[in-house]
Structures are given as structure tokens and as C-alpha cells.
């Protein structure tokens, strides 16, 4: 089955930093590769994904990722975090095995963002 | 913009109870799809649906039953609540493959504790 790694439980940054957060995938064929957030008390909300093409997606909020076929990683970035960007952010992978067309999702990252 | 409503945000229920967690949403989506949501686990699949009628088992679906009967509408039922599915349950939806359906729509979530 298609899946993700996010290898840290938390990431902390301080406002104005650029912020990194990781996730790496197994994956047979091509990978549709996604970031979701989640702000305290809500559901998650979709930031990019890619299919194909450019290996770097711009989402909303000033993110994007890079995806990196060689080393199967999918790293979600931002140039110069804000306290705003505090949540957690799931990795995920379009699963096309048996469980048709749903998203495995990785553990999540805890960002926080320090004044 | 699509909304995805759940039923209810926090949800207290009994050992042994029957429990019904409904999701509606108003785009008119194919897909359908029951996560929980635990710490330090992300979220994983129980159940989704690509149709009407029709259901397919996620990652976890033991202790969980599902309902489509109209398009709009996707209930998650724990025929016998137990302290174990105390959990957030996440529904989403989404457009059939092809017209952006790798994207989910997430609800807000539903807190259940089974005391």
C-alpha cells in the first residue's frame, strides 16, 4: 500500500524563520502526494498537491513543497513563518490499491511558530 | 465552496450504545469517506463510499457500519460503542477522479468519547 513518514512529532520555528516540515513516501508508480493543515478544533483543510509535472507546488498561505523523486520525499516549505502557521500538518498519499481513491495520511507534525 | 457538516461536535455516549455520526455534503460529490483521528496515529480509514449504496472498508473497519442511501448523506454507525472508539471522526468528500477528486473536503469533526 502507498504511504507517508513524517519523521518529527514537532517542528519549532521562530516568526520570520523559514520553516521545513518532512515526509517521505513508499509509493508503487507515480505518487499523488498532498499537505493538508489542521487549525485547533477543526478539520483539515487542503494547502497543495502534486500529480505531476514542476516539482515544486505553490499552495495557499504562502506554502509549497518540493518533491524529490530520488530521495521519495515530499517536504512542505515557507520562507518566513508566521505565529499564525501554528497547527498540525498531515502528509498524504492517494492510495490506489483497495481502498480506491482515499488518502493514506502520515502521523502529522506539530509546527509551532514563537514570536 | 463545498461544505462538508457533521452531525455534531462533541458527542458523549455509554459502553454498549448504538452510535450514529451523520455527514452531510452539498456539492453533489461521488465520494465519501469516515477517518478517525488519534494521537500520535494521524488519520486512518474506516470506511468510504463511491456511490450510493454502495460502501467499501477502509484500514480500520472492525466495530463500524456504514449508510449511504442518498448522495448528499454518509452515517458512520458503532453498532456497540466500546472505550476504544473513544476518537475524533472526521468525515470528507470529493469529486469523482479525473474532476479533481484526488483533493478532499473535510468536516469539522466529531469528538466522541465512550465513557
Known amino acids: 500500500a502507498q504511504s507517508v513518514a513524517q519523521p518529527e512529532d514537532q517542528v519549532n520555528v521562530a516568526e520570520g524563520n523559514p520553516l521545513t516540515v518532512k515526509c517521505t513516501y513508499s509509493?508503487?508508480?507515480?505518487?499523488?502526494l498532498f499537505w493538508y493543515v489542521q487549525y485547533p478544533n477543526r478539520g483539515l483543510q487542503f494547502l497543495l498537491k502534486y500529480i505531476t509535472g514542476d516539482n515544486l507546488v505553490k499552495g495557499s498561505y504562502g506554502f509549497e513543497a518540493e518533491f524529490n523523486k530520488s530521495q521519495t520525499s515530499f517536504h512542505l516549505k515557507k520562507p518566513s513563518a508566521l505565529v499564525s502557521d501554528s497547527a498540525l500538518y498531515f502528509c498524504a498519499v492517494r492510495d490506489v490499491g483497495n481502498s480506491g481513491y482515499a488518502l493514506n495520511f502520515g502521523k502529522g507534525t506539530s509546527l509551532l511558530v514563537t514570536p | 465552496d463545498v461544505k462538508v457538516t457533521q452531525s455534531s461536535r462533541y458527542l458523549v455516549k455509554r459502553t454498549g450504545e448504538k452510535v450514529f455520526l451523520e455527514c452531510v455534503q452539498d456539492?453533489?460529490?461521488?465520494?465519501m469517506f469516515w477517518y478517525r483521528q488519534d494521537p500520535g496515529l494521524g488519520l486512518r480509514l474506516i470506511y468510504f463510499?463511491?456511490?450510493?449504496?454502495?460502501?467499501e472498508k477502509g484500514d480500520i473497519p472492525e466495530g463500524y457500519s456504514v449508510s449511504r442511501e442518498k448522495k448528499e448523506r454518509f452515517s458512520l454507525i458503532l453498532e456497540s460503542a466500546s472505550t476504544n472508539q473513544t476518537s475524533m471522526y472526521l468525515c470528507?468528500?470529493?469529486?469523482?477522479?479525473?474532476?479533481?477528486?484526488?483533493?478532499?473536503?473535510f468536516g469539522s469533526g466529531t469528538q466522541l468519547s465512550v465513557l
Open positions: 456539492m453533489d460529490h461521488e465520494n
Open positions: 509509493v508503487s508508480g507515480n505518487p499523488y
Open positions: 463510499s463511491y456511490d450510493v449504496k454502495m460502501k
Open positions: 470528507a468528500s470529493s469529486p469523482p477522479s479525473g474532476q479533481g477528486g484526488e483533493k478532499l473536503f
